[in-house]
């Protein structure tokens, strides 16, 4: 009896995780779907469609004469319906009649199929890539010609941007936190408190007064100035994290490689730091998605130089300016996705350890 | 003479001291400029910039200390420390510290920055309707954003770690995580996108078509509950942060407490609210003080679903319309220590628990 119970408790709770995990999946499989599927398609049917399901296909196109009054009833095989259930598209058996084009007269006559728009192509990459020119037909069959944006050059500065971006201010924190953990210096406590206290303040309160410091020194839109305003934002928490992990190494080792006469530098650099990859590791990747998706940062200090803007800008652009134009939203997002996702798929233990150190000590 | 060139002489140091950090500053000053002027391929560029970038500042630890281990063993002592925390406190210093005081006194300064204002804009702040309205909405993120995000995170921990499929279900739950609150905005603008008619692309109108309601432009005209809407991305995104903690800190409760409380007969509710929501309490606030510090500074999902438009505007949002569109910095500036306020009780949060 109590086994039954328990068998059936655990079936509740495998059914309602799935759920809540396919609820989950959902949105980003409809972008990396869509962004796969022709631009005409992405505007006209759901991405659900490529999966098989029941949908009306056109058997018979009927054309009736030029002159049947729209406002009357209108007969077609002996029935008559009105301008207004057409437009809808009205049932009869297992039929559907619906206008094919109001003006010329013709109506559709469907039958509901089984179908799969199976229609997928790379075309969308390709002009997100490298600028391809690329048509679309208009609803009012029109052809429209338009430039892809390239996303090429962005991709490479955000590399340029999230690496340095990343591995600058785990050096410098690891020095900093190196020298709070086995150093003595005058004031380390107020100092190591203040950096704590920083932890939470929010970056806005910095922006206006660094961009002033960054115009008056040339600094706008440069790469080094990004790299400072990350690396000053990421210190905090990294300095906390590598203070944690580098405090709690055993005290033996440093003082054995003391009295065999290392200097401080060499003890940091050959043994502190091997000593502390695993910590390094999952810090190095959380401030690397950080920087990598960063948006507010990069619009704040790169502005609108066009040869240095990054991945999340371009992108926000895209929305902004051809907020309908899917095929290319979907297809650059999902190239802006790419990076992160290799990294969390790849690295996902370091990144969870990354995650518990910064919120629970241990 | 011979003397004098000897490399621990005293005039020597003194070159030495004032020859490394000029050289440094020099030499990446001109790589710096190099970088600004050039017209390199983009590919190479990121490639020569990563290097720099790298190399650079381990080369001025390098050579810092090179000079410092040069000295006599008492002033090595006293220096050394400084050489190690200086980048740090020197950027922090720059970029956080002084940034925050100067914040807060343009806040008492007019548009330009050159009266002297009072507490003007404070009083526009929380008067003025559209900045109100600002406030109002990154109540509704916090309130329904965070916690909601706590909430979720809690149940699915505990959902997965009775499972068989644990590991996947996490994975799946936690990876939006990764992904960057534009290309979550792409991702929900799609669910959300409305066209007139009865053919619908977006998941959300769809779905309502099926069932036979009408479909909604979801994130503008239904104010204000289009803000909800936008605060589903965050859920979205932030439940995968809370679970993975939780589901950390519920492993850590005793096995024989759980055994001992089904052995006198509590049920698993009971079990849930008694003894693992008590046991995990401290994780619970640290949380939560996270993810409400993290929806405070809510600024890309906004501004990429609607750009603030329709009553979404949020603090962040607002702070940077004020600053790089009106060019007002003293309303800029306010709303930036109005944020810096709300987060300070977290701040003394963060320092007891360090104490500790």
Known sequence: MKKKEKKRSKWLVNTVLGIISIIWLIPTLGLFISSFRPATDILQTGWWTIFPHRAWETTVELELSKDVDLRQPIEIDGTSYTDEELRKGIKINDQRLIWENRRARIVNVQDKVWNMNTDFTLENYMSVLTGKEYSIMQPDGS???????????????????????????????SFAAYAFAWMNFPGRRVMFVIIIALLVVPLQVALIPVLKDYTALGLNGSLLGIWLAHTAFGLPLITYFMYNYISQLPRDIFESAYIDGASNFSIFSRLVLPLSVPALASISIFQFLWVWNDYLVALVF??????????SMK????????????????SAAFISMLMPLTVFFLLQKYFVKGLLGGSIKG | MKNLLRINSTPMLIFLSILIPTGNFYIHWRIFLFFRDTELNSLLLAVLAVLWGVVGVYTIYLSFNWVVEKYSDRLKKGILPFVFIGPAVI???????????RTIYLSFLDAQSVHFVGLANYVAVFTDRLLVSTLRNNLLWVAFGATLSVAFGLLIAILADRSSYERIAKSIIFMPMAISLVAAGVIWKFIYYFQPGDQQVGLLNAIMLAFGGEPQAW????????????????IWMQTGFAMVIFSASIKGVPDQMLEAARVDGANEVRIFFSIIIPYIS????????????????????????????????????????????YRNFGYGS??????????????????????K
């Open chain 1, 143 to 173: 052809v429209r010609v338009e430039k892809g944006s390239d996303l090429s050059q962005a991709f490479w500065n955000t590399v340029a941007v999230s690496i340095p971006g990343t591995i600058i201010p785990i050096l410098i924190a």
């Open chain 1, 302 to 311: 790169i502005g609108s130089q066009p040869d240095v803007q990054v991945l």
């Open chain 1, 315 to 330: 992108i926000a652009d895209l929305v902004g300016s051809r907020g309908s134009d899917w095929h290319l939203l979907t």
């Open chain 2, 91 to 101: 950027l922090l210093g720059w970029l956080l510290v002084l940034p925050t005081v």
């Open chain 2, 219 to 234: 994130t503008s005209m239904l104010q204000p509950w289009n803000n909800l809407f936008l605060i589903v991305i965050l």
């Open chain 2, 282 to 325: 401290s994780t619970i606030l640290a949380v939560t003080t996270t993810i409400v510090v993290f929806t405070l500074k809510i600024f890309d999902i906004v501004m990429v679903m609607t750009g603030g438009q329709y009553d979404t505007e949020v603090v962040a949002t607002q702070f940077y319309r004020q600053f790089f569109m």
């Open chain 2, 334 to 355: 306010t709303l930036a220590i109005v944020l810096l306020i709300a987060v300070i009780p977290v701040i003394i949060f963060n320092l007891r628990q360090f104490r």
